[in-house]
T-cell receptor, first 104, second 118 residues
Framework: DAKTTQPTSMDCAEGRAANLPCNHSTISGNEYVYWYRQIHSQGPQYIIHGLKNNETNEMASLIITEDRKSSTLILPHATLRDTAVYYCIVIARFGAGTRLTVKP | GAGVSQSPRYKVAKRGQDVALRCDPISGHVSLFWYQQALGQGPEFLTYFQNEAQLDKSGLPSDRFFAERPEGSVSTLKIQRTQQEDSAVYLC????????????????FGPGTRLTVT
């Protein structure tokens, strides 16, 4: 069973920040939150992960609440190529993900 | 370097046939995962190996599904007596286990095998 819940879909204007929320209220203390994205017909691609602290890499930032019950993936300057389904997962259990559409 | 590869990329089977799907993980990766992804859905966990040991097979939908990784590298997912509801993309992923942190892993996915049962 998926341990995360996400909105079904979101839109974002090109060049603006995309903020994708995820709830993982049953997460255990040693379980990491991972984010992947999947572009049509391809396997999921790793984006970022975190445990307690906020994380940033070349692709995105991850903000984790202090109680670890939710997190937000931030794509700081969304491009059309960021249009994909984004998955927030805990312990290899994917939910349905958020379909992000970046519009010009 | 080479990523995760899967073969065949596409497979059409008649209902009742047996199929075998192959996954070649990244060399040196300890962990290997199989997922089933139906059209429009997220990947559903099927099973997980650490080296040759199948540590979790809780996601296998029925006893028609069987996975093995006998030498701790290549893995095969076998589906016996295929049914139409088995039609899906089967994804394989591998990860480099982090010693002492069994819940910390980044998975590298293959392109998947699209199985169509007619």
């Amino acid at each position: 069973d998926a341990k995360t819940t996400q909105p079904t879909s979101m839109d974002c204007a090109e060049g603006r920040a995309a903020n994708l929320p995820c709830n993982h209220s049953t997460i255990s203390g040693n379980e990491y939150v991972y984010w992947y994205r999947q572009i049509h017909s391809q396997g999921p691609q790793y984006i970022i992960h975190g445990l307690k602290n906020n994380e940033t890499n070349e692709m995105a930032s991850l903000i984790i609440t202090e109680d670890r019950k939710s997190s937000t993936l931030i794509l700081p300057h969304a491009t059309l190529r960021d249009t994909a389904v984004y998955y927030c997962i805990v312990i290899a259990r994917f939910g349905a993900g958020t379909r992000l559409t970046v519009k010009p | 370097g080479a990523g995760v590869s899967q073969s065949p990329r596409y497979k059409v089977a008649k209902r009742g046939q047996d199929v075998a799907l192959r996954c070649d993980p990244i060399s040196g990766h300890v962990s290997l995962f199989w997922y089933q992804q139906a059209l429009g859905q997220g990947p559903e966990f099927l099973t997980y190996f650490q080296n040759e040991a199948q540590l979790d097979k809780s996601g296998l939908p029925s006893d028609r599904f069987f996975a093995e990784r006998p030498e701790g590298s290549v893995s095969t997912l076998k589906i016996q007596r295929t049914q139409q509801e088995d039609s899906a993309v089967y994804l394989c992923a591998s990860s480099l286990e982090t010693p002492g942190q069994q819940v910390n892993y980044e998975q590298y996915f293959g392109p998947g095998t699209r199985l169509t049962v007619t």
